[in-house]
């Protein structure tokens, strides 16, 4: 059974894992938005999702771009979790997991580091 959790308390879990980071990553994030949904519509199970150019790949050309977007994804997360100290758990790793995409790290790196 889903853990049952209102929209601000779930978008305050997002926030305090976006505090986690150290500050030197969160001031070197760059022209990103990070955004709560339902549900991706093509993959209903998916947690979060990256999607832009990763700091990694920007060159010369870059500019005048819209935001890169990091969707966490509420009803999965809520789905998959047993009460709300997994949710708080599972919402901080998903955040960190989708940041690091931004910063250029893969998935095979994350796994390997811990955070997949």
Same mark, same amino acid.
């Given at each position: 059974m889903p853990?049952?959790?209102?929209? #601000?308390?779930?978008?305050?879990?997002?926030?305090?894992?976006?505090?986690l980071?150290?500050?030197?990553?969160?001031s #070197?994030? /760059? /022209?990103?938005?990070?955004?709560?949904?339902?549900?991706?519509?093509?993959?209903?199970?998916?947690?979060?999702l990256?999607?832009?150019?990763? @700091?990694?790949?920007?060159d010369?050309?870059?500019?005048?771009?819209?935001?890169?977007?990091?969707t966490?994804?509420?009803?999965? @997360? @809520?789905?998959?979790? #047993?009460? $709300?100290?997994?949710?708080?758990?599972e919402?901080?790793?998903?955040?960190?997991h $989708?940041? #690091?995409?931004?910063?250029?790290?893969?998935?095979?790196?994350?796994? $390997?580091l811990?955070?997949?």
């Amino acid at each position: 059974m889903p853990v049952e959790m209102t929209r #601000a308390r779930f978008d305050e879990l997002v926030g305090d894992a976006l505090d986690l980071l150290p500050p030197e990553f969160a001031s #070197a994030m /760059n /022209n990103v938005v990070v955004l709560v949904e339902d549900r991706h519509p093509e993959e209903p199970e998916l947690l979060g999702l990256y999607e832009g150019i990763a @700091l990694t790949e920007r060159d010369s050309t870059y500019g005048g771009s819209l935001p890169d977007r990091i969707t966490i994804y509420r009803d999965a @997360l @809520l789905d998959m979790c #047993a009460d $709300e100290e997994e949710v708080v758990d599972e919402v901080a790793v998903t955040v960190i997991h $989708e940041i #690091a995409h931004h910063f250029g790290i893969d998935d095979e790196k994350l796994h $390997e580091l811990g955070w997949g």
